[in-house]
């Protein structure tokens, strides 16, 4: 897994075909503090491994789309990084560009927050449930 700083989003090429980003807002030991520290944040994606626990609040091809989703988060206070992982899954992967056309055109956060959401939980469903 590739880790960067949030900030690089705008150096990204992002033509891999099968590859996505997601916005990691953190990486915790235990279940506690995860609960804690993110019982405010309602669209996560949490994934173990290894023990850990990695929390991701956003998913997209678009660095335009994953610098919307990331605004929301940092004034929050959060610093969010960047993970690249391949998909295999092409059928999320033709859904996620349709969500991201969505959320190009989407003008407010309310509708940010709510394809985020919608592409976070078929992330879940698609590609890490099979």
């Not at 994953?66 to 391949?86: A, P, V």
């Not at 190009?104 to 394809?115: F, R, V």
């Amino acid at each position: 897994m590739l880790y960067t700083k949030i900030s690089d989003v705008y150096a990204l090429n992002i033509r891999k075909d099968n590859t996505v980003y997601l916005l990691q807002l953190g990486v915790y030991s235990n279940k506690t503090s995860l609960e804690s520290d993110t019982r405010d944040i309602n669209n996560k994606l949490v994934i173990k491994k290894n023990k850990n626990y990695y929390v991701y609040v956003g998913i997209s091809k678009n660095k335009d789309n994953l610098k919307k989703i990331s605004y929301l988060y940092n004034k929050l206070g959060f610093n969010l990084y960047l993970s690249e992982e391949e998909v295999s899954n092409k059928e999320f992967l033709t859904n996620l560009e349709q969500f991201d056309l969505l959320l190009n055109k989407a003008a407010t956060n309310d509708e940010i927050e709510s394809i985020n959401s919608v592409i976070l939980s078929s992330y879940e469903e698609m590609v890490l449930k099979k």
